[in-house]
C-alpha cells in the first residue's frame, strides 16, 4: 500500500466522521457517536491490539492488507451486539488480553499465516474486544450511533498500525523487519503484563 493510497484512506475516514459534527446537539447520537468513537482510543489493550493487527496485515500484504482489518471490525461489531444484547461471553478480559500477547507475537514472529487463517484469528479476538465495547456503553448513548463510533474508532487505529508499518518498511528497508518485530515482542510482553495484572 503506498503513501497515496494512505492518504486517500485517512481523508476518507476523516470525511466519514465529518457527519459527528451534525450530531453536535442532538441528544443520544451525538452522545453515542462520540463515546463509541473514544472507547477504543482510551484503552491500552485496545490500542495495542488494533495497532498490531494493522501491522500483521501490513506484514501479510496483498490482499490481507484491508481484509484482516475489515474482518476484526466487522466481527467486533458482532461481538458488540452481544455485549449490548446482555449475551454472556466467557473469558472476555483474558480473551482481550491474550489478543495483545498473540498479536504482538505474529508481529514479532513476522508470521506468514495464510489470509483464512490470519482472518479467523482476528476475527477470534474480535468477538472478545466487541463485547467488551457493547457491555461498556452508556445508558444514554444511542445504540446505533455508538456503534458506528466505535468502528471508526477501531479502523482508525488499525490504519495507524498499517501506516507505521509503511513508515517503517521505507525509512528503514533493511533494519525495518527488527524494528516492526521487536516492537510486535514488546507489545507482546505488554500483553502478558495486562493478562497477569502488572499494566
Known sequence: MSFATLRRLGLTAALVLLPSVAFAHTGDHSSGLA???AH????????????????????LGGR????????????MALGGVLGISGVEVPFVEIGIALSVVVLGAAVAFGAKAPLAAAM??????????GHAHGMEMPGDAGRLAY?????LGTALLHLGGIAIGIVIGRLADRNGPAVTRAAGALVGAAGVGILTGII
Open 35 to 37: 463515546h463509541g468513537f
Open 40 to 59: 477504543p482510543i482510551t484503552g491500552l489493550d485496545h490500542i495495542l491490539a488494533m495497532v498490531m493487527v494493522g501491522i500483521f496485515a501490513w506484514q
Open 64 to 75: 490481507a492488507v484491508w481484509l484482516v482489518p475489515a474482518t476484526f471490525v466487522v466481527v
Open 120 to 129: 479467523a484469528l482476528v476475527g477470534f479476538f474480535a468477538i472478545f474486544h
Open 147 to 151: 456503534g458506528i463510533g466505535f468502528m
